[in-house]
Structure formats: C-alpha cells, structure tokens
C-alpha cells in the first residue's frame, strides 16, 4: 500500500458545481497535513492546512479523519480558474517530518 | 520579496554525466528541501536541510547528494546519470526544519537526461 494515495481523476465538473477530493495515508502517526494546488508545469503552491477540527476558506472546505486515516478536500461553486492538480502532503509520524506528496488529482471545470 | 529561485530552468543532459542544481530560499528560510517530480506523479522528497545540516533524506541512490550553504542557499547534485533522472527537480524554502510549516516551492529545473 503506498504512503499517501489519491484518485488521479481526471474529475470532469461543470462551472458551479461541488467537487470533493479523498487522500488516504498509511502512517496512522501522521502529524501534519495539507492541501496543494499545482497548475499545469508549474510549481506546486499552498491552498491550505488541514486542521483536526476541520477548516474552511471561502469555498473550500478540508477534513481530517484519523480514525479512517483519511483527509478530504471540498471545493464547492467550481470556478474555471480551479483546473488544477490537487496534492496532498503528510508529513511526520515516528519521529520524521519528512513530507509525503499524493501523486495529485487532476480537477477541470467546463463552462 | 523574492520568492524561492531556482537555476538554471532547463537543463539538458547526457548519460553519464554530472549535473547541478542550484536554489536560493525566501529571506530569513533557514530551510531548504528538494524534491523530484515526474510526469503524472506527485513530488518525491529527496533531501530536506537545515542550518547547514542534513534533516531528512528520501529513498534516493548514493548518486544524489546536497549540501546547504552559510546563506542558506542550497545545491543539489547528481552523478552518473541515468535516463530515469529526467524530471522536474524542485526546491522548497521553508521558516524552519520541520515539516509542519508551510513550504514554498520555486518553479523548478527542468532536467532531461538523453
């Protein structure tokens, strides 16, 4: 089973619609997690921490479950400008903050 | 502010070959992680310093090695490549050594290995 794992998609959404992502991780010492936008040949950037209580951001919406060693992210009223990967990283667990990249899922919004 | 650099952006190599990447974090980082990106995959942690000092290294050969210089600035180095090296190498600054602080990624060297 790998480290972190998520559905490559493509997810296919049209403008406005709800979109929800799943990350799944094996290490149940995890420590740290987050969301990270990667626009096609470009850098990956930052689009949020996922907190234990859960946290919002205007649209979005990220979720922990460490029962189900699971972290979610929602993207509700899709915007086209949201075409993206989506990655999530974990970090830590047994004494190491090395992080662990999902391999990302890709996300297009059509008009 | 200048964000996380990166030299050069694309680099073509021969087998064989040795190459260097080069990153200069954010002003006040003290903390410098590389990364290797292929096509279709997520980002693969290769080695992550601060202050100077090795912090963590991935599931990479011998053949990579980095080291972190006095002004924070970092190199990566490759030896004896090998066409499966081709890839997009990133860097990523951070405030401190650990792992649960956002990271801020360059836009990468592009490497082809022929």
């Known amino acids: 089973r790998k480290e972190v794992e998520q559905d490559p998609g493509p997810f296919n959404v049209p403008e406005g619609a709800t979109v929800a992502f799943n990350c799944t991780y094996s290490?149940?010492?995890?420590?740290?997690f987050f969301w990270y936008r990667q626009d096609c040949r470009k850098e990956p950037k930052l689009l949020m921490s996922?907190?234990?209580s859960g946290n919002e951001d205007g649209r979005f919406t990220a979720q922990l479950n460490r029962a189900s060693q699971y972290i979610s992210l929602l993207i509700r009223d899709s915007k086209l400008s949201d075409s993206a990967t989506y990655l999530c990283?974990?970090?830590?667990?047994?004494?190491?903050?090395?992080?662990?990249f999902g391999r990302g899922t890709s996300l297009i919004v059509h008009p | 502010d200048a964000g996380v650099t990166q030299s050069p952006t694309h680099l073509i190599k021969t087998r064989g070959q040795h190459v260097t990447l080069r990153c200069s974090p954010i002003?006040?980082?003290?903390?410098v992680s590389w990364y290797q990106q292929v096509l279709g995959q997520g980002p693969q942690f290769i080695f992550q310093?601060?202050?100077?000092?090795?912090?963590g290294r991935g599931n990479f050969p011998d053949r990579f090695s980095a080291r972190q210089f006095p002004n924070y600035s970092s190199e990566l180095n490759v030896n004896a490549l090998l066409l499966g090296d081709s890839a997009l190498y990133l860097c990523?600054?951070?405030?401190?050594?650990?792992?649960?602080?956002?990271?801020?990624f360059g836009q990468g060297t592009r490497l082809t290995v022929v």
């Open positions: 990523a600054s951070s405030l401190v050594g650990i792992g649960n602080t956002e990271a801020f």
């Open positions: 290490n149940s010492a995890s420590q740290s």
């Open positions: 996922v907190y234990s």
């Open positions: 990283v974990v970090n830590g667990g047994g004494g190491s903050y090395i992080p662990t």
């Open positions: 002003s006040g980082h003290k903390s």
């Open positions: 310093y601060y202050e100077k000092e090795e912090r």
